[in-house]
């Protein structure tokens, strides 16, 4: 008998409705006119040798990816130009243990990392981020009995899937993250919640917790293991867990360099992840690829046996997709460069939508300054402010309409709808292309 496979599918929302056309390896997306450049961009290196010690098992590591210099901090947002190129500058020196697949980042500065005023990461102004938002605190509401019990979410960002959760089971809400605010979420439904501004690495300790939450905070931090017992300090060993984090076999698969960051220090494929929780003692029950496979969503309750059949890839395996990144983000690279040039040269007009961590991993990697006019985005609170590093002006849709851009570079493909809607209803019809 094979196999039993890894994750169970949760949550998806269909990929097929809402790419237009994507960029990325010439064996995904054939009958492309553009032709990769052999150079890489400047600063840039893949590379295959010893490298660090891997921060979970102590091992040695494998160097596999490097970019010289890219902002510290991808989503604060700078009021001038001249500030966001001010930005303290990190590095980017990927590495892999070939024993417990954990991809980390070599380079990682946390002094550099500044999460407080203005730093401004989320997504719900996007119907889509939002209708899934709602619909994953629901299920996890009817999934577990939260009513009039404490749910402290470490890393709650603005707090909105807290206050989605608590409204959906009747629980109490406590979010602790430096950059938190009440004044953001709708308290209007009488749900208990408080938050904390506070670091998430030290935390006081709170009584009787029903659920720890941990949303896209887990990649964020290098030592997870001192991390994780932190937590458990604070809250108990034996509370049950759930954890979301960017899935790293997507971004190996389609050489998503723009979706590597200095501030992500860790990156977890689903074994990697389960492997790492069960080193810690803790026991598996769900592990899902989540939001269109492009997260992963474990849940770790010490109070239930451990489903055996969730093993996940093999190091080797894991090495194989690893090794194929190379080329993949190669060809990805050349041709989304090919693209902004091409529309550039001619005098066109290009603009990407989606001012988060992703426009700024492209701009900085692939220099491409001058070909880019503007960088989009829905969120009211970023529009007047500039992209780390680059200094790129943000816009509100409505700008667009002065611009009149040839190409709009999406950079989820998640959203090609709604933006797709936007773009019709003011008039305009650019060329799309998403990233991923």
């Known amino acids: 008998m094979g196999a039993q496979p890894l994750w169970i599918e949760t949550h998806a929302i ?10 990325g390896p010439s064996p995904r997306y054939p009958g492309s006119a553009m032709e990769p450049s052999p150079s890489l961009p400047p600063g840039v290196a893949f590379m295959n040798g010893p490298h660090g010690t891997c921060p979970t098992c102590s091992v040695p590591g494998r160097a596999l990816y490097s970019v010289a210099r890219v902002p510290s901090t991808s989503n604060v947002l700078f009021h ?27 380079a990682f500065d946390e002094s550099l990392v500044d999460y407080r005023e203005g730093y401004e990461e989320t997504q719900s102004f996007s119907p889509t981020f939002r209708s899934w938002l709602d619909a994953t605190a629901g299920e996890i509401a009817q999934e577990h009995q939260l009513e009039g019990k404490l ?5 709650c960002g603005k707090g909105e ?32 919640l408080e938050f904390l501004l506070e670091p998430v690495g030290n935390i006081k300790p709170i009584n009787d917790v029903e659920l720890i939450v941990c949303r896209h905070t887990l990649e964020h ?25 960017p899935d790293l076999t997507r971004v190996l698969a389609e050489g998503a360099f723009w979706d590597l960051y200095h501030e992500h ?75 902004l040039n091409k529309i550039h040269a001619g005098g066109g007009t290009s603009v990407l939508w989606g001012a988060g961590s992703k426009a700024t991993g492209l701009l900085v990697t692939l220099a491409v ?12 609170d970023k529009t007047g402010s500039h992209i780390a590093g680059t200094g790129h002006r943000v816009i509100g849709p409505g700008e667009l309409q002065e611009i009149k851009p040839d190409l709009v570079l999406v950079m989820n493909s998640l959203y090609c709808d709604e933006i797709s809607a936007s773009l019709k209803a003011m008039g305009l019809a650019p060329r799309i292309e998403a990233l991923s």
């Open 14 to 23: 269909a990929k097929s409705t809402l790419v237009r056309t994507r960029l």
């Open 80 to 106: 001038t130009q001249a500030e966001a190129r001010a930005v303290p500058m990190g590095a980017l020196e990927l590495a892999t243990c070939d024993t417990c697949g954990l991809l980390w980042n070599a």
């Open 151 to 155: 749910v402290v979410e470490i890393g």
């Open 161 to 192: 899937f807290l206050a989605s959760l608590c409204a959906a089971s009747g629980a109490r809400g406590l979010g602790i993250d430096p950059s938190a605010s009440a004044g953001r979420v709708d308290l209007s439904s009488g749900a208990g």
């Open 221 to 245: 931090i290098l030592r997870i293991g001192p991390f994780l017992r932190e937590i458990e300090r604070a809250c108990s060993p034996h509370t049950p867990l759930l954890i979301e984090v």
């Open 265 to 339: 220090a860790t990156y977890f494929t689903p074994g990697s992840l389960a492997r790492w929780i069960r080193s810690m003692g803790r026991p598996v029950q769900t592990l899902g690829r989540v939001y269109s496979d492009q997260n992963l969503m474990l849940f770790s309750d010490p109070g239930r046996p451990d489903d055996l059949q969730l093993q996940g890839e093999s190091p080797i395996e894991q090495r194989r997709a690893l090794d194929q990144f190379n080329q993949q983000a190669k060809e990805s690279m050349a041709r989304t460069s090919s693209l």
């Open 369 to 380: 300054e001058d070909q880019v006019a503007a960088v989009v985005d829905i969120n009211p």
